[in-house]
């Protein structure tokens, strides 16, 4: 099952069964009333019910959020992280996002 951390911080267990330790984890930080966040968070979501990755939702006004807005410095939201790394700012580049993970499932 993919498990999925929303903005409140409570888990949740949607979808298909996967490797935790084996299926990327891709963070969004998001801020209210956001709309290319609430974008990336349907996409997102939705990958994470087929069981392609895990997905990390942060509260850009959280403490952990905050640490990544220090390290990343976005120049706009929704900050997306791959397995702890930048991916994105912004409107979510989906092709960019199948890129990265077909690079990752292949090594």
């Not at 895990?54 to 997306?80: C, I, N, T, Y």
């Amino acid at each position: 099952m993919v498990v999925v951390n929303t903005t409140n911080n409570t888990w949740a267990r949607v979808g298909h069964q996967t490797d935790r330790a084996a299926s990327p984890m891709v963070t969004l930080v998001t801020a209210e009333a956001c709309h290319l966040c609430e974008d990336a968070h349907t996409e997102l979501l939705n990958r994470a019910t087929q069981g392609q990755l895990l997905l990390d939702q942060v509260d850009a006004e959280s403490p952990q959020g905050q640490k990544f807005l220090h390290q990343h410095r976005p120049a706009m939201f929704p900050l997306v992280l791959l397995d702890g790394a930048f991916l994105s700012a912004g409107r979510l580049p989906r092709r960019k996002l199948d890129r990265a993970l077909a690079a990752r499932k292949a090594s």
